[in-house]
């Protein structure tokens, strides 16, 4: 036997032998005939476990509670606070304060009366337009329409009066108050106009 044939005869020993072992060790045959690295199939990317479910109930357990129709909402907060506002039109040193002003009912001469109660009316009547755009039922049992362009626009008309009122009582001067009570009382009438003011009556209400 020549040296070719042993050479031969031992490359294909050797190779047999790797087989052997590599299909003991349970890797690819092919993968040893080319003297490379087992091929691996690669893995799919590990999935991000979903989010846990909302507890039940927890939606509504978050959401705002509306407990007063919007007559009640106009009676309890813009009415008596836009009243603060035109009265700082006029000297509030008539307003003398009480023998125990923490128990008076007049916002003008409790514990924080005087242009304090001037500068909380106005953030009172800023703040109330997002309580006006809140679904809810006004007197007459029919929905609010808060949803409508103009109404909206009304209540952004609101919210301007009552930032405008509140940046007047800092300056401590009647004659801004004058002029910002005026933006008070037009922002009230351009939707009253539309949605309170109803020659059938007060059965058609916010309707437009």
Known sequence: ???????????????????????????????WLSDGPAAQTPKPPAQAAP????????????APKVEANLLQLMRGILYPASNVVFAAQED?????????PSTSPNPLTTT?????AVENAGLALAESANLVLMP??????????VRRADWIKYTNG???????????AQTKNTDM?????????????????VYREKKTGPQDRCLP
Not at 2 to 30: D, E, N
Not at 51 to 62: C, D, E, L
Not at 112 to 116: D, E, P, V
């Open 177 to 193: 108050m004058i002029d910002v009570a005026g933006k008070v009382s037009d922002a009230c009438a351009a939707c009253h106009d």
């Open 158 to 168: 609101l919210r301007d009066a009552g930032l405008a009122a509140y940046k007047a």
């Open 92 to 100: 509030l040193a008539k307003w003398t304060l009480p023998a125990d």
């Open 112 to 116: 924080y009366g005087g242009w304090q």
């Open 51 to 62: 989010p846990p479910a909302p507890a039940r109930g927890a939606a509504s357990s978050t």
């Open 136 to 145: 809810r039922v006004c007197s007459n049992g029919k929905p609010a329409p």
């Open 1 to 31: 036997m020549g040296m070719t044939s042993r050479l031969y005869k031992g490359r294909r020993l050797t190779q047999g032998l790797r087989i052997a072992f590599a299909i003991a060790a349970g890797v690819g045959v092919a993968a």
